[in-house]
């Protein structure tokens, strides 16, 4: 089994700052890809940033140059660094990895940005 465990989201004003983490535990083997999503209420879950094993990056254009995804491999650790943060930024964040052709996702952690 694989365990993701996503932390840091929270409650910022507009212009502020988070950090997300999310750790991988459990039968963890040559992990692909990891990544972050967003689902807001009454929306589909979003693909905002993507890290591959060589460290390629991408992400959605709602989040270029606000957003910066980085890993630790010796950790099997995602983070996702969110600056000048708007309200409709605001949705449950979730984490994401591939490992083969498996798919999984973490239980999201709540970001809310005030104006």
């Known amino acids: 089994q694989v365990q993701l465990v996503e932390s840091g989201g929270g409650l910022v004003q507009a212009g502020g700052s988070l950090r997300l983490s999310c750790a991988a535990s459990?039968?963890?083997?040559?992990?692909?890809?990891m990544a972050w999503g967003r689902q807001a209420p009454g929306k589909q879950r979003d693909l905002v940033a993507l890290?591959?094993?060589?460290?390629?990056?991408n992400y959605a254009d709602s989040v270029k140059g606000r957003f910066t995804i980085s890993r630790d491999n010796a950790k099997n650790t995602v983070y996702l660094q969110m600056n000048s943060l708007k309200p409709e930024d605001t949705a449950v964040y979730y984490c994401?990895?591939?490992?083969?052709?498996?798919?999984?996702w973490g239980q999201g952690t709540q970001v809310t940005v005030s104006s």
């Open positions: 890290i591959t094993s060589g460290g390629s990056t």
């Open positions: 994401n990895i591939v490992m083969g052709s498996f798919n999984y």
């Open positions: 459990g039968s963890i083997f040559s992990i692909r890809s």
